[in-house]
């Protein structure tokens, strides 16, 4: 559901989107869970955000 959400979240908002991919599938059927272990919450934010900025 959160994919579907975000495809068709992305595509209003990027048009260039749409024209790239089509009807295509935006994400793969895979999916990726893992543990931070006894990192906060704040350290894992931090650190996505600086991926983000790179």
């Not at 009807?23 to 704040?42: I, P, R």
């Amino acid at each position: 559901m959160l994919k579907g959400y975000t495809s068709r979240k992305l595509r209003e908002q990027f048009p260039k989107l749409k024209r790239q991919c089509g009807k295509d599938q935006l994400w793969t059927q895979a999916y990726y869970v893992g543990t931070a272990g006894s990192v906060s919450a704040e350290v894992v934010r931090r650190y996505i955000q600086e991926c983000q900025d790179q």
